[in-house]
């Protein structure tokens, strides 16, 4: 049974650029949360995908978008990229949802280290 | 705003001994949930505990959550080397949210 895959693991992107980060869910899981993790911090939220739609978003710029496709999988796109996007970009999956409104157990993925230089 | 806050940020410890750390919310919860961090990699998942609950368990894990004292702790027991990582708490946003919450974690160290 496959865990929440992500890809790439690294990479270095010149201030300015544009990326995109994917994720695969947890076998059997339809909705994918995004999380940026600074250095020394813990995760915040970006935002959740669940039906294709984005259902959630925490406090980040439309620089920040997404998309979720219809075998559930996503992607994380952050466009105009500054320092301050350097970061672990971890992937959650989970049954319906997460958090207060459903309370299922959310798995992470490995994450994707992004160098933005 | 809600955030999980856990204490202390730095703990070490000798190996077989128990290492406890605690998180501390600011509003009511339904469901709260704890990871593991090792450096430079993702959260795996530990304990998933509900309102309903007051304790868990799994394998040398021991959850407790107390909801009126809004405070819930992580005991590990007989540490080992491989126990080193950082601890998160994870309560959700508060009513209507999806979102999970995180403070900076404890960073536990295991010391052989």
């Known amino acids: 049974d496959a865990g929440v895959t992500q890809s790439p693991t690294h990479l270095i992107k010149t201030r300015g650029q544009q990326v995109t980060l994917r994720c695969s869910p947890k076998s059997g899981h339809d909705t994918v949360s995004w999380y940026q993790q600074a250095l020394g911090q813990g995760p915040q939220f970006i935002f959740q995908?669940?039906?294709?739609?984005?259902?959630q978003r925490g406090n980040f710029p439309d620089r920040f978008s997404g998309h979720q496709f219809p075998n559930y999988s996503s992607e994380l796109n952050v466009n105009a990229l500054l320092l301050g996007d350097s970061a672990l970009y971890l992937c959650a999956s989970s049954l319906r949802g997460s958090g207060q409104r459903s309370g299922n157990t959310i798995y992470f993925g490995e994450g994707s280290w992004l160098t933005v230089v | 705003s809600q955030q999980g806050e856990e204490d202390p940020q730095a703990l070490s410890i000798q190996e077989g001994e128990n290492a406890t750390m605690n998180c501390s919310y600011k509003t009511s919860i339904n469901n709260l949930q704890w990871y593991r961090q090792n450096s430079g990699r993702g959260l795996v998942h530990l304990i998933l505990i509900r309102s309903n609950e007051r304790e868990k368990h799994s394998g040398r894990l021991r959850v407790t959550l107390d909801t009126s004292k809004k405070s819930s702790s992580l005991l590990i027991t007989a540490s080992r080397a491989a126990d080193t990582a950082s601890y998160f708490c994870?309560?959700?946003?508060?009513?209507?949210?999806?979102?999970?919450?995180f403070g900076k974690g404890t960073k536990l160290s295991v010391i052989p």
């Open positions: 994870a309560p959700p946003a508060g009513a209507g949210s999806y979102q999970l919450t």
């Open positions: 995908y669940y039906e294709e739609e984005e259902r």
